[in-house]
């Protein structure tokens, strides 16, 4: 029997970092000493207490269903959680948990974008986005984010966008790729855009406590924006767990009935003994994930500063999450060519722009998400790597 796919799933787009991470590995087996820079993914291991909440949940008997929108316990502590980092309030009964925070991408697209109504995401971004609207019917509307904005989004050209088929807006900040971060009065001025063409939000928040200079500012603390807002949060970044899949979202109340049937409909529930583990990240000790962060930060300050010493890179400081996202015009290559002299010439995988969207062309994202050694190592073997081109040889000699 021949397969026969459905239309649908030639709409559905993936990940090109499993992509590039599975070529690397293929060339580490053949003896190349790889650094891999393409993996969102923190190199830490998920902090000791988290993990002994877990293996005391097994033996305490958490080994069944929960309901479909998490265990209570987990809700509450989410909803005290999420609400005193932003200095809000949120009920336990808005939340739900699910494994890992792409369903919340998932599910609040399936409830509300009809076929053929838009939605309005970040380019470059997380590709996902643009992958789940077109799979589920809906029309995916770029929103460019310019190196000249420090990737933030250009109010006018967000304006612009908006017709009378769009229907969701999807923000993330700090945001994958590019590390740029939300003003205060760039969510307000996005508020009022949404509030007057009557427009969801979907808020990624998942890198807002990866965050240096900047603060972090959630839309949902404006005025008209919580009947209107989904907060999409996760602990893969934040706590080291991305092993774990474990995400939530909070709604607004009269949504969660209609969450609740597509989570029945496809996983049922969140593995109980993970939920539990995730309680005690939230409630526990918070001297790993403060290490954590500050050598992100100590590590950022090294990619970035190496960067821009590198013939023919230039690039903007990351104000959030764990990436840098250079511009390599310079070097004569496209972004994949790029990329590929990369991992082939110099023995570091990192991920083309275009990974994350047409605008991403120019680019290349690198993960700081990897040891100071590594990272300076990949900073001299790139220099090197670049000195060779033709097309900076000139330059370089003079």
């Not at 265990?71 to 200095?87: C, I, N, S, T």
């Not at 930060?297 to 990436?323: D, H, M, Q, S, W």
């Amino acid at each position: 029997m021949k397969l026969r796919l459905a239309e649908r799933m030639y709409r559905l787009g993936t990940e090109t970092a499993f992509e590039v991470a599975a070529r690397a590995r293929a060339l580490e087996a053949k003896g190349k000493p790889i650094i891999h820079l393409e993996i969102g993914e923190p190199d830490f291991d998920t902090p000791a207490h988290i993990r002994q909440a877990a293996c005391n949940a097994l033996d305490e008997g958490y080994t069944h269903y929960s309901g479909s929108t998490g265990l209570p316990e987990l809700r509450e502590a989410v909803a005290k959680y999420a609400g005193e980092r932003r200095g809000l309030r949120f009920d336990p009964t808005n939340v739900v948990v699910t494994p890992g925070a792409k369903p919340i991408m998932f599910y609040s697209i399936m409830a509300l974008i009809e076929p053929g109504e838009e939605v309005i995401y970040p380019n470059p971004g997380f590709p996902i986005y643009e992958s789940m609207i077109n799979f589920l019917g809906g029309v995916a509307v770029p929103l460019q984010l310019s190196e000249s904005r420090n990737f933030r989004i250009n109010l006018e050209e967000l304006e612009s966008k908006v017709s009378s088929k769009t229907r969701m807006i999807v923000l993330n900040s700090p945001g994958n790729p590019t590390g740029g971060v939300l003003t205060k009065d760039d969510l307000r001025a996005i508020a009022g855009i949404a509030i007057s063409h009557d427009l969801v939000v979907l808020a990624d928040e998942i890198y807002s406590e990866t965050i240096y200079e900047a603060e972090h500012h959630t839309i949902l603390s404006l005025p008209g924006m919580e009947e209107r807002t989904i907060l999409l949060d996760g602990f893969s970044k934040t706590f080291a767990m991305t092993g774990w899949r474990l995400g939530y979202g909070i709604f607004p109340p009269e949504w969660i009935p209609h969450i609740s049937r597509l989570v029945i409909n496809s996983v049922s529930c969140t593995s109980t003994f993970s939920q539990r583990a995730a309680i005690a990240a939230l409630t526990g000790p918070r001297d790993d994930i403060e290490k954590m962060q500050a050598a992100f930060a100590t590590r950022r300050e090294l990619v970035y500063n190496g960067l821009n010493k590198i013939p023919g890179l230039r690039c903007t400081k990351p104000e959030g999450a764990f990436y840098a996202f250079p511009n390599i015009t310079d070097t004569g290559m496209d972004s994949r060519t790029y990329a590929d002299y990369l991992l082939n010439e110099a023995d570091v995988a990192v991920l083309p722009g275009t990974s994350f969207g047409e605008y991403g062309e120019g680019y290349i994202r690198i993960s700081f998400a990897n040891s100071e050694d590594n990272l300076a190592e990949a900073m001299r073997r790139i220099d090197r790597a670049n000195r060779a081109l033709p097309a900076l040889a000139a330059e370089v000699s003079r």
